[in-house]
């Protein structure tokens, strides 16, 4: 089955900017999606479509593709950014969805 | 506001069904496809499907086909999700999601924007 990978952890300091990749052979092809989760909480999509930005999601988000590769990078990270954070795809078929395993961001 | 609500949690025992309810206000609910993820206790979210609830058409990730049954009451705006023959590995959060974008501009399989707030489903003998 198809599989969207992600490393398991990222951590950076805050105001720095972090970057968490998501790699995935249909990517070219389909778009990706990124939630954020907090604990105890339900997701939270932050960007859809590769690079847009949903209404009352800061600027510091954004999202960019290139190949099999998407990113999403938060800049100036903050404290309240410390999280789960998931990609989200289809296959090449666009028949079945997929997650990321996900990534876990600690702001030191 | 548009939120979507869902039923408590639920205990079970192995080899037992377990039908989980998902209430949407605040929107039309034939005109957003809605999913199905779950989230077993310390990993990942997981996609389990979707349904349209205008013609009740379905999708179903491969892992569940045949265990897994999604269905639509419009005339409540609630989205149903049926889980059968549990097993302690099905225990786990179980969400309901709107995809962002109504029918028909939208792929279904496109990002989710409103979310459940979960119910968690234990599978225990």
């Known amino acids: 089955s198809y599989e969207l990978t992600q490393p398991p952890s990222v951590s950076v300091s805050p105001g720095q900017t972090a970057r968490i990749t998501c790699s995935g052979d249909a990517l070219p092809k389909q778009y990706a999606y990124w939630y954020q989760q907090k604990p105890g909480q339900a997701p939270v999509l932050v960007i859809y479509?590769?690079?847009e930005r949903p209404s009352g999601i800061p600027e510091r988000f954004s999202g960019s593709s290139s190949g099999t590769t998407v990113t999403l990078t938060i800049s100036g990270v903050q404290a309240e950014d410390e999280a789960d954070y998931y990609c989200q795809s289809a296959d090449s078929s666009g028949t079945y969805g997929v997650f990321g395993g996900g990534t876990k961001l600690t702001v030191l | 506001q548009v939120q979507l609500v869902q039923s408590g949690a639920e205990v079970k025992k192995p080899g037992a069904s377990v039908k989980v309810s998902c209430k949407a206000s605040?929107?039309?609910?034939?005109?957003?496809?809605m999913h199905w993820v779950r989230q077993a206790p310390g990993q990942g979210l997981e996609w389990m499907g979707w349904i349209n609830p205008n013609s009740g058409g379905t999708n179903y990730a491969q892992k569940f086909q045949g265990r897994v049954t999604m269905t639509r009451d419009t005339s409540i705006s609630t989205a149903y999700m049926e889980l059968s023959r549990l097993r302690s590995d099905d225990t786990a959060v179980y969400y309901c999601a709107r995809v962002w974008g109504p029918l028909p501009r939208v792929d279904p399989l496109d990002g989710m924007d409103v979310w459940g707030q979960g119910t968690t489903v234990t599978v225990s003998s």
């Open positions: 479509k590769d690079s």
């Open positions: 605040g929107y039309t609910f034939t005109g957003y496809y």
